[in-house]
């Protein structure tokens, strides 16, 4: 039997249809039905998957080539014998004065690519082209350890940097930044692939220069001493100037002079740059603990009101 306030009736079939009532009740499995699903799927983890955007910046792809060399662990700007001593903590190696600027110059720069290479009589692969900083900054201060060797191979270098932007897709600016304190007398044979090689790749060529003898210039002049005719790095210098890519030399026999060299070259370097964005994983299992949250408390709203209903209409049938 069922009871309303009024009279009993037999059958339940011929109680009046009460529309509110029947759509109360879907919404409260419906409800119900919704929380246990959100809750199912927060327990399953769902996530998005990595993945890789491109997108635009303003900046350049640097391969940076450091020599390795022993003479790269002698004092950089030594003063000369009859100066005055000098504050042991401005002592410092070319191996770490380029470690510090090149730390310096990978922080101001934030969307460009670096590869590192660090070479003296063979060329290393140290890191691949990548835009990932931590690793770039990591790799640039472990450059300073450890001592060098005693030969200079500087085309195995430019061959090996050459090899590194071939196997990437071409995104932008494209540069070389060469840090030595030597040179090299070149074949017939290194030239010619150099000259074929650069200008096909659009590639850009930076030298800074760590200079070793006091008074010596990179380009000739009119109060050379005859030793410095026949430097290697002057014959290099040279034959850069031929290779139809853009090309600078920087000659750093000081700090300041080291500095204005980074900061050049990190003005003229700001293009269109097509860079690679790799978004990580994400859960996304807050999605789904809200919406059986809002589920939950609509269910609540609904039997708050199913109770006020049967408490009304139980105070009225006892009037």
Avoid: C
């Avoid at 270098?157 to 030597?182: C, H, P, T, V, W």
């Avoid at 290194?190 to 850009?204: A, F, G, I, N």
């Avoid at 290697?232 to 080291?258: C, D, M, W």
């Avoid at 060299?261 to 964005?277: F, G, K, P, R, S």
């Amino acid at each position: 039997m069922s009871h309303n306030t009024e009279k009993k009736v037999v059958w339940d079939k011929l109680l009046p249809v009460d529309r509110f009532s029947t759509l109360l009740s879907i919404t409260h499995k419906g409800l119900a039905s919704w929380v246990i699903m959100a809750l199912l799927m927060t327990l399953a983890g769902p996530f998005t998957p990595e993945k890789t955007v491109e997108r635009y910046r303003q900046g350049a792809e640097f391969i940076v080539l450091l020599d390795r060399s022993r003479s790269m662990d002698d004092i950089f700007a030594r003063r000369p014998l009859n100066s005055l001593p000098v504050e042991k903590e401005l002592i410092r190696s070319k191996r770490k004065v380029s470690r510090d600027y090149l730390v310096e110059f990978v922080k101001r720069r934030p969307d460009d690519r670096f590869g590192y290479v660090l070479f003296s009589d063979k060329p290393t692969e140290i890191l691949r082209l990548t835009y990932n900083k931590a690793a770039v900054l990591a790799t640039v201060e472990a450059g300073g350890l450890g001592k060098g060797l005693s030969k200079t191979n500087i085309f195995s270098a430019l061959k090996l940097a050459a090899d590194m932007f071939q196997r990437e897709d071409y995104r932008g600016s494209r540069n070389i930044l060469l840090i030595s304190d030597g040179g090299q007398v070149f074949t017939d044979e290194q030239k010619r692939y150099l000259v074929r090689t650069y200008p096909e790749m659009k590639l850009s060529l930076y030298w800074i220069y760590l200079r070793s003898m006091r008074g010596m210039t990179l380009d000739s002049s009119d109060n050379d001493s005859l030793l410095w005719l026949d430097m290697p790095e002057r014959k290099i210098h040279a034959f850069f100037k031929t290779l139809n890519v853009p090309y600078q030399a920087f000659e750093a026999g000081s700090l300041e002079e080291f500095s204005a060299a980074i900061n050049e070259i990190d003005e003229q370097q700001y293009q269109t740059l097509i860079i690679e964005e790799t978004l990580p994983h994400q859960y996304r299992t807050d999605w789904f603990l809200w919406l059986a949250l809002v589920a939950l408390f609509l269910l609540t709203l609904s039997y708050l009101y199913t109770w006020w209903g049967v408490r009304q209409a139980y105070q009225n049938r006892h009037k």
